[in-house]
T-cell receptor
Framework: AQSVTQLGSHVSVSEGALVLLRCNYSSSVPPYLFWYVQYPNQGLQLLLKYTSAATLVKGINGFEAEFKKSETSFHLTKPSAHMSDAAEYFCAVSDMGDFNKFYFGSGTKLNVKP | IAGITQAPTSQILAAGRRMTLRCTQDMRHNAMYWYRQDLGLGLRLIHYSNTAGTTGKGEVPDGYSVSRANTDDFPLTLASAVPSQTSVYFC????????????FGPGTRLTVL
């Protein structure tokens, strides 16, 4: 089975600062990787996904992530944080061996300070 | 409606009672999923369905059952609720499988006393 590790359950940045949320995965085969965002009292929304095309993936709201196979990582970045980015972010991997099974990380709550 | 709806929004339930959480999508997606979200554990897959008429077990299926009689509906049943099933439950759907975006419902907050 796949697994996902998100380092840091809480990250705090100042408005305008770089956002870096870390995600590492374990997989015996090339995975599909996703970042989702959850705003308070809402369901999850897709930010971006990697499906074996370009390793640098651009998503919505200025976020991007880079797939690094050698590091088994898929870190999420945004050059300049905005107050509206405050939310919880989840990294997920899909298990190509078990079609349709997704494994989520435990989440990172991003706080943006004015 | 557009997207995925879930009902009820929240529920308090006595232990031992039976409960069905409802999920309906209008996107004609083939695949549907049920997750539970617990603090510090992220989302864990309970059951999934690749297409109408088929279901499969996820990471944490014990104590839950699902059915997929048609494309749109994917109810989750707790036959005899226990306090450890207190959680927020999310239904999701995707067009097909591993590479597709999952679209999530707003969630059902369930408390079992």
């Amino acid at each position: 089975a796949q697994s996902v590790t998100q380092l840091g359950s809480h990250v705090s940045v100042s408005e305008g600062a770089l956002v870096l949320l870390r995600c590492n995965y374990s997989s015996s085969v090339p995975p599909y990787l996703f970042w989702y965002v959850q705003y308070p009292n809402q369901g999850l929304q897709l930010l971006l996904k990697y499906t074996s095309a370009a390793t640098l993936v651009k998503g919505i709201n200025g976020f991007e992530a880079e797939f690094k196979k050698s590091e088994t990582s898929f870190h999420l970045t945004k050059p300049s944080a905005h107050m509206s980015d405050a939310a919880e972010y989840f990294c997920a991997v899909s298990d190509m061996g078990d079609f349709n099974k997704f494994y989520f990380g435990s989440g990172t709550k991003l706080n943006v300070k004015p | 409606i557009a997207g995925i709806t879930q009902a009820p929004t929240s529920q308090i339930l006595a232990a031992g009672r039976r409960m069905t959480l409802r999920c309906t999508q209008d996107m004609r997606h083939n695949a549907m999923y049920w997750y539970r979200q617990d603090l510090g554990l992220g989302l864990r897959l309970i059951h999934y369905s690749n297409t109408a008429g088929t279901t499969g077990k996820g990471e944490v299926p014990d104590g839950y059952s699902v059915s997929r009689a048609n494309t749109d509906d994917f109810p989750l049943t707790l036959a005899s609720a226990v306090p450890s099933q207190t959680s927020v439950y999310f239904c999701a759907s995707s067009d097909t499988g591993s590479t597709d975006t999952q679209y999530f419902g707003p969630g059902t907050r369930l408390t079992v006393l």
